[in-house]
């Protein structure tokens, strides 16, 4: 890893801010963005001089590597804002652990601790008024890196680009979610980058998704690519299934992502007494649960729609609606989760990082 | 699929060619392009004005699609100058099939046939220039599609554009192949985009690629996910074994791409007379195979190393080195293949297509 002073961040400020212009009260998830954006471009085998400047277009040569051979990968964090108007990260060292798995695992560079966190807090700073207050309000946070090397022979490109975006959120109401249980299509292989959150890992999902929406299922759950017996994740979020009083989901693996609200939860349901089960949970028995009622709850977990609750699942094209109940896991996690995060209550495990 | 007069297609004629600069005795795959490249976008839902134009870097918004999620497909094809002065392409209407196949796989649009066949055509006419006749030359051509919707929502995009790229080659020389076969990487999932010639696939392959080639293995043969015991394809290239006198080759699937070399040699490999056997191939027989002695060649096919004979495999830390054999199936299917595309010999399958 090559060091740079990131203390000397240039900054070139937009001569306007588009704030006025955006209806903070009706975002849609990620087609806002701020004023700035943060970039660091890798050449000669190094990180170069590391900027924060308007957020605009940028040239691309046609032959870069990210169109052809997909060298791409990215990061997704949220920061908040508490009443005293500080702004506050949430395990963004896990992000930036992740962020660094990830280049290793598609070929590209490792960027510097320094980089990636400094490069954040300042831009958060320079635009801290976009930052909104209360009511499920966020910033979401897009660290990514491209391959912007030219030519098309199939090998790793010598140049990247290392950018941070910042668009605000609301609280993500996905409205009601049924999901379709994966037979057949399936999003990583054994040996594969299905634990990166590579850029094409995505794409691959969002034909059988969109098979799945024609049918009225909002996402698909992946089972493994080999039997399709044991139940894996949902397109960007890990998930639980309650059955009695038990919480179980599927231990990581190359296959799956390690999400970082999933490893929160699991801490937190247990520092809650809840019994966390982690090991490969099976179609069957989730069928079997459902048959005879012992299945409670089932929910997806993850930065975008922090938790969120499954109302219902189709396998081998038998539908199975959950029945809604009181205090349930899902409710009681996402408000501890989202009452730390946004400095409501106490952060008793050290989660939370003033920018 | 929308219409487009693509009669119509616009054309912008580079000031100044950049051919005198070339060394076309000296080529490296892949980083030369010409004066011109062809380009479509996809808006509202439909394909937009053709137009030629200088080839030259252009502008991309930070958020779009293809940088975050990945969707981004592309095809390799070459065209021949015979001693006429005449520019031939070679199954031209496989590459366009398989395009469209790919925009399927990963939620793209599908483009329209005479987008892509004028947009090529005219292309190449206008670089006529730049393809060089005889010995081994060609122009490789790269016509590939990105999403450039703006915004981070883990969802298709509702802009592409689609361009034609063209970059002269040599006979590619890959020098000394040795080859290792996957134990624990893999690049495909059942169910997954290994049949398409989408992007994130080629990244996915670099790390495990780059540890072989530490090791003095120039590629990798990938195995299924599941089990590690079929063999399936290498990184660009789809491969050949020859035990005995039968020419064994594995059937195409969700997880190997239907590559065009390999079913071009496969008939005319049949039409020779050579016994072709397409069928899962395990690794156990290979290894008993070069064993017993019975293990006579392998090789690799694709577009851009057109036959690629393979020296050597290792498996399970065990190198096996083929002995060489004179007339080995590769350099007779080589030579006739060759012939055929250059317009040497006659073109009795009715593969090549005139400009
Ligand atoms: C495939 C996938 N699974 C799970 C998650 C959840 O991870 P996290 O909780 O770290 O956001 C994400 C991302 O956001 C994801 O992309
Ligand atoms: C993964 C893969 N396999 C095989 C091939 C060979 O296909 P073709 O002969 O059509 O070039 C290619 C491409 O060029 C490829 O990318």
Same mark, same amino acid.
């Given at each position: 890893m090559s060091t740079t002073q990131t203390n000397k961040i240039e900054i070139i400020k937009a001569?306007?801010? &588009?704030? &006025?212009? !955006?209806d903070f009260d009706n975002l849609h998830f990620g087609d806002v963005f701020t004023d700035h954006l943060f970039e660091c471009d890798f050449k000669n085998g190094e990180w170069q001089k590391p900027i924060i400047k308007p957020y605009a277009p940028f040239l691309m040569d046609p032959s870069s590597k990210v169109f052809h051979y997909g060298q791409a990968i990215f990061e997704g964090m949220k920061a908040y804002k508490d009443d005293n108007n500080d702004i506050w990260l949430f395990r963004p060292d896990e992000n930036f652990k992740r962020f660094n798995n990830s280049a290793t695992r598609m070929a590209m560079p490792e960027v510097p601790e320094e980089i990636f966190m400094e490069g954040l807090k300042q831009l958060l700073q320079l635009d801290e008024a976009w930052v909104q207050k209360g009511n499920g309000s966020s910033m979401y946070i897009r660290p990514f890196m491209i391959a912007t090397g030219a @030519? !098309?022979?199939?090998n790793p490109s010598d140049e990247y680009k290392f950018m941070i975006l910042l668009s605000p959120a609301k609280a %993500? %109401?996905? @409205?009601e979610v049924k999901v379709l249980i994966a037979e057949h299509f399936s999003r990583a292989a054994n040996g594969g980058i299905g634990a990166a959150k590579a850029a094409g890992n995505y794409a691959a999902q969002f034909y059988p998704t969109n098979l799945a929406n024609k049918e009225g299922f909002q996402q698909v759950i992946w089972t493994d690519d080999a039997t399709h017996t044991k139940l894996e994740e949902a397109g960007t979020m890990n998930v639980f299934f309650r059955i009695n009083n038990t919480l179980l989901t599927a231990p990581t693996s190359e296959r799956i992502l390690d999400g970082i609200t999933r490893k929160s939860l699991i801490e937190m349901a247990k520092s809650e007494g809840i019994n966390v089960d982690v090991r490969p949970v099976l179609v069957s028995e989730l069928v079997e649960a459902a048959k005879n009622g012992s299945l409670k709850e089932i929910f997806g977990a993850g930065t975008a729609a922090v938790v969120s609750v499954i109302k219902g699942f189709s396998y081998q094209d038998v539908y199975y609606e959950m029945t809604p109940i009181e205090n349930s896991y899902a409710s009681q996690l996402k408000e501890k989760l989202t009452n730390l995060q946004n400095k409501i209550s106490e952060d008793a495990f050290g989660w939370t990082v003033k920018v």
């Open positions: 001569s306007t801010s &588009k704030i &006025k212009d !955006v @030519g !098309v022979m199939a %993500y %109401y996905s @409205g």
